[in-house]
C-alpha cells in the first residue's frame, strides 16, 4: 500500500471514529404524522420530548367510533419546557393550537366535538425537554372536577 493510498485509508478511518462520538439517541420513532403512536381512549400514555436530543416531536394519535365530547388534557414534569401542542382531524386539518405558558403544568383542550373517525395530537419541544403524560378524555369522563388520572405526587 502507498503512503498516499495509507494516509486516505487513515483519514477516513478517522473520520469514521469521530463522526460516532457524541451522545447517543434513541430513534424518534413517532416523529411524523405517519408513525403516530395508539393513545387508548379514558386512559393515559406518557412520553418524552426533548428539543437538544433529537426527539423534538411526537405524534400521536385515537381514534373516535361514535360522535362525542372530548377533553385532551397533557401534565408536564417539566413545566418550563418550551412547547406547542395541536389537534388535527384525520385529513391534517388544523383543528386547534395551544401555545406555551411557561410553568403550567397542564395542557388542555377542552369542549371538543368529535365526529366518528382518527384524530391527531402533535407535541413538539421548542427549547428544554420533559415527561408528559397525555389523555384523551371521552363523553362522561370530560364532566367535574373528577375526570382525569391523578398524578402519583
Given at each position: 500500500?502507498?503512503c498516499?493510498?495509507?494516509?486516505?485509508?487513515?483519514?477516513?478511518?478517522?473520520?469514521?471514529?469521530?463522526?460516532?462520538?457524541?451522545?447517543?439517541?434513541?430513534?424518534?420513532?413517532?416523529?411524523?404524522?405517519?408513525?403516530a403512536?395508539?393513545?387508548?381512549?379514558?386512559?393515559?400514555?406518557?412520553?418524552?420530548?426533548?428539543?437538544?436530543?433529537?426527539d423534538?416531536?411526537?405524534?400521536?394519535r385515537?381514534?373516535?367510533?361514535?360522535?362525542t365530547?372530548a377533553?385532551?388534557n397533557?401534565?408536564?414534569?417539566?413545566?418550563?419546557?418550551?412547547?406547542?401542542v395541536?389537534?388535527?382531524?384525520?385529513?391534517?386539518?388544523?383543528?386547534?393550537?395551544?401555545?406555551?405558558?411557561k410553568?403550567?403544568?397542564?395542557?388542555?383542550?377542552?369542549?371538543?366535538?368529535?365526529?366518528?373517525?382518527?384524530?391527531?395530537?402533535?407535541?413538539?419541544?421548542?427549547?428544554?425537554?420533559?415527561?408528559?403524560?397525555?389523555e384523551?378524555?371521552?363523553?362522561?369522563?370530560?364532566?367535574?372536577?373528577?375526570?382525569?388520572?391523578p398524578?402519583?405526587?
Amino acid at each position: 500500500m502507498s503512503c498516499k493510498c495509507l494516509f486516505f485509508f487513515t483519514l477516513y478511518s478517522l473520520s469514521l471514529a469521530l463522526s460516532s462520538c457524541g451522545p447517543s439517541y434513541p430513534p424518534d420513532t413517532d416523529a411524523t404524522r405517519s408513525y403516530a403512536m395508539e393513545i387508548p381512549l379514558n386512559s393515559t400514555a406518557d412520553d418524552r420530548v426533548a428539543f437538544y436530543e433529537k426527539d423534538k416531536s411526537d405524534w400521536k394519535r385515537f381514534t373516535i367510533s361514535e360522535k362525542t365530547t372530548a377533553l385532551i388534557n397533557i401534565h408536564w414534569d417539566d413545566p418550563e419546557i418550551t412547547r406547542q401542542v395541536n389537534l388535527y382531524d384525520q385529513f391534517g386539518g388544523k383543528m386547534r393550537e395551544l401555545n406555551h405558558q411557561k410553568g403550567v403544568e397542564k395542557d388542555s383542550i377542552k369542549d371538543i366535538s368529535f365526529n366518528a373517525g382518527t384524530y391527531f395530537v402533535e407535541i413538539t419541544a421548542q427549547k428544554g425537554s420533559s415527561v408528559y403524560t397525555v389523555e384523551v378524555l371521552t363523553g362522561d369522563m370530560t364532566q367535574g372536577t373528577g375526570y382525569g388520572i391523578p398524578r402519583p405526587e
